[in-house]
């Protein structure tokens, strides 16, 4: 399994991308009228992909837990916003229902990492945690969920 390297080998950073790049897509149609709507649902997408990569450019464990629980949360404000723009008729339902499955994804590869890192260096749930190092930590928790590193390329304009 490749190592992690960088925040880009991250699955739930890609998936965290990939919802920045359509929430954009979304609310740049012209159907899409309210601008302070607008500029709320791209800050709070790009809160997301933009908290894995600080946590994981921190190397601390605390610290890369504390920014995916935000980004996390951040992923729950994008889901409520898309439930009013749907109301709104800003976007269809069929786009609410696409978004929405891209955020819930991303929100359940957060936490699956984020509960994989805590539990980490543990024997049990009875024992307390064994010190590992951040990059070791990291490893694990790939290994343990098996992700395969699906690096991918740059998107243009």
């Known amino acids: 399994m490749p190592s992690v390297k960088r925040f880009e080998d991250l699955l739930m950073w890609q998936r965290a991308r990939s919802l920045a790049n359509l929430t954009y897509k979304l609310t740049e149609q012209t159907s899409f009228r309210d601008s302070d709507l607008r500029s709320q649902m791209r800050r709070a997408s790009v809160s997301v992909m933009s908290n894995i990569a600080e946590g994981f450019g921190r190397g601390a464990n605390e610290e890369l837990l504390y920014f995916l629980y935000v980004g996390k949360g951040s992923v729950a404000e994008l889901q409520s916003q898309l439930y009013l723009s749907v109301d709104l008729r800003y976007i269809s339902k069929d786009q609410f229902h696409e978004t929405f499955k891209l955020a819930d994804e991303t929100a359940r590869l957060i936490q699956s990492f984020a509960r994989s890192m805590r539990t980490a260096g543990r024997a049990s749930f009875r024992h307390k945690r ?19 590193s699906t690096e991918e390329e740059p998107q243009e304009g």
């Open 130 to 148: 064994v010190a590992v190092p951040w990059r070791e930590r990291v490893e694990q928790v790939m290994k343990e969920l098996g992700a395969e």
